[in-house]
């Protein structure tokens, strides 16, 4: 399973929409597209998963093109409590296993 | 709902020595994975347990293993610690099958000296 791309870092001020875009050329027929968030010392937190164009939930958006070799997170007014590493994953396929990258560091300053 | 539970929280060892962690999934999942994350080499995938079977092996030593019990809990050992084992180790349940989310523990943060 080959990791995805996504930016090492981001800022943001408090109130904005940060989208965080992620690249995965080669994507499976059968893998779903994972978004995780971390904070320091902690495990990642699920945040969203999708197949295909657009899935929201009460935290993210999720936007993943026809031809799936990329997808955007959406995070609408972001908190100071939204700093964390994001990590986009590959979910699928012939194993279970999480491929981490090494995320997109999200710092939101006041 | 209990979450996923991670024992020891901290662990402090002396190189050769031998380490065994725990964790106990969320009621009803089946599926374990342990990960390791370091500063230098992020977060890597150890092994997944499935009803009592090692389904996925990362690239790991042999020195480390694991073994999932028929309550769905799960233990990894490391023998002859190095330096280098000196990380978090997460330990993630799924309800099943594949595409499930995972949940993760907090972590055991183990200290190679």
């Known amino acids: 399973l080959a990791k995805t791309t996504q930016p090492i870092s981001m800022d943001s001020y408090e109130g904005q929409e940060v989208n965080i875009t992620c690249s995965h050329n080669n994507i499976a027929t059968n893998d779903y597209i994972t978004w995780y968030q971390q904070f320091p010392s902690q495990g990642p937190r699920f945040i969203i998963q999708?197949?295909?164009t657009k899935v929201t939930n009460e935290v993210a958006s999720l936007f993943i093109p026809a031809d799936r070799k990329s997808s955007t997170l959406s995070l609408p007014r972001v908190s100071l409590s939204d700093t964390a590493v994001y990590y986009c994953l590959r979910v699928g396929g012939a194993t279970n296993k999480l491929i981490f990258g090494t995320g997109t560091l999200l710092a939101v300053q006041p | 709902k209990a979450g996923v539970t991670q024992t020891p929280r901290y662990l402090i060892k002396t190189r050769g020595q031998q380490v065994t962690l725990s964790c106990s999934p969320i009621s009803g999942h089946r599926s374990v994975s342990w990960y390791q994350q370091t500063p230098g080499q992020g977060l890597q995938f150890l092994f997944e347990y499935f009803s009592e079977t090692q389904r996925n092996k990362g690239n790991f030593p042999g020195r480390f293993s694991g073994r999932q019990f028929s309550n769905s809990r799960s233990e990894m050992n490391v023998s002859t610690l190095e330096l280098g084992d000196s990380a978090l180790y997460l330990c993630a349940s799924r309800q099943g099958e594949m595409n499930t989310e995972a949940f993760f523990g907090q972590g055991t943060r183990l200290t190679v000296v």
């Open positions: 999708g197949y295909k």
